[in-house]
């Protein structure tokens, strides 16, 4: 099956399934599921594109292991980003920006979390970027631990499981083999909506507060209203 890069060739989930198999398949979930270094990885597609192979027999594994795996790597790798967050606490928020790092992306999280609760542990899972620095952003805010295995499994039986089993049924059908490059790109869209959701909301509720502002006549509070010259000593 040739898929079509969606960015650098090593991003290509058939290049990287082709050339490190189901042990750079969990790895990847791992990384991606907790670990700063992890964000940019291909999770969606790749889990995807791992059922399709096992479906055809490209990937000789059993459908019922690979599902297991997955959900394991994508439990531990949750488990890593919540510690890590514990440890480091507030002061991953002081973390100067480098070319892997950028705040706004544990902005973009903490923002996230602070909406959704709990349940943005397993709603994280699908939206890129945003799941690597969930489960740190738990840790940051010393969730109730219990509570995060919870909500961490469930998750990861979602994402990681639920993912690559559409692939399977979906490999199926020769539709899908036929246009898999575009069922990779609507993959990829659909995983980055929600962000693009976000951004918009956040520039919309940014104008209408500067709007708000400018008509309340600024930080300060409405302008003072225009002498009118009646005062006492007016002339008359």
């Not at 019922?64 to 928020?93: E, H, M, N, S």
């Not at 219990?146 to 199926?172: D, E, H, P, Q, S």
């Not at 929600?194 to 309340?216: D, G």
Request: charged residues 15%.
């Amino acid at each position: 099956m040739n898929t079509l890069a969606l960015g650098p060739s090593w991003l290509d989930p058939d290049y990287l399934l082709n050339t490190f198999g189901l042990p750079g398949l969990l790895l990847i979930v791992f990384a991606e599921s907790g670990l700063l270094i992890g964000f940019f990885l291909p999770g969606d597609s790749l889990l995807f594109t791992t059922g399709l192979l096992v479906t055809t027999g490209q990937l000789k594994y059993p459908l019922w292991l690979v599902c297991t795996l997955i959900a394991i790597a994508a439990i531990l790798g949750d488990q890593v980003g919540y510690l890590f967050g514990r440890k480091v606490g507030p002061a991953l928020f002081k973390r100067p920006d480098s070319r892997l790092f950028k705040q706004e992306n544990v902005e973009k999280a903490h923002v996230f979390f602070e909406k959704h609760g709990p349940k943005s542990l397993v709603l994280a899972r699908f939206v890129p970027i945003v799941r690597t620095f969930t489960p740190i952003i738990a840790g940051v805010s010393r969730m109730n631990y219990r509570l995060f295995v919870i909500y961490n499994i469930v998750g990861a039986l979602l994402w990681g499981v639920g993912v690559t089993v559409l692939g399977a049924m979906l490999g199926k059908i020769d539709f899908v083999h036929e246009h898999i490059e575009k069922i990779l790109i609507l993959i990829v869209l659909l995983s980055v909506l929600p962000i693009v959701v976000e951004v918009l909301k956040a520039r919309s509720q940014s104008k209408k507060a500067a709007a708000a502002e400018a008509l309340a006549g600024g930080p300060d509070g409405p302008p003072a209203p225009p002498a009118t010259g009646r005062g006492r000593h007016a002339k008359r």
